[in-house]
């Protein structure tokens, strides 16, 4: 996963609270990082509104292969991009480094768009593949 495949980044400050008793972000944090640059993509590409219910996209998977320790005080950045639409889900790869530019974690995740009310998964709408398309050169799509 290399550096110029990402379009997108975002920056986070770490805190006191993500900090483990040996000093540095605990590896449950990371997927809480995750979580906030994957919302901050789909801002980006105005999918989300105020109401969190319309998001209607679950986590299936989520996998984070651990590089270096982040520590107190270091401002990380996350690229992050989709790498794959299918039928109802679509994957999303992150690229997390360091304040100083050192690579801290790879890691990839995959969403399922879903109906909360039937309780089921459903198709990527089309408003959202539009935009991830147009957004994502080089895009793989399958179903």
Request: hydrophobic share 40%; with cysteine.
């Amino acid at each position: 996963m290399t550096q110029d495949l990402f379009r997108f980044s975002t920056q986070l400050q770490i805190r006191w609270r993500d900090l483990d008793p040996m000093g540095h972000v605990n590896n449950a944090v990371y997927f809480t990082y995750l979580e906030q640059s994957r919302i901050h993509y789909l801002h980006r590409l105005d999918l989300v509104t105020a109401d969190p219910s319309e998001i209607g996209m679950i986590l299936a998977e989520a996998t984070c292969q651990f590089k270096s320790p982040l520590k107190l005080g270091e401002q990380t950045t996350i690229q992050v991009r989709v790498s794959e639409l299918r039928n109802s889900s679509f994957i999303f790869e992150y690229r997390m480094e360091g304040g100083d530019g050192r690579l801290a974690a790879l890691a990839r995740s995959v969403q399922v768009c879903y109906d909360y009310t039937a309780q089921r998964a459903v198709p990527i709408p089309e408003r959202w593949r539009a935009a991830i398309t147009a957004y994502e050169p080089g895009l793989k799509a399958t179903d």
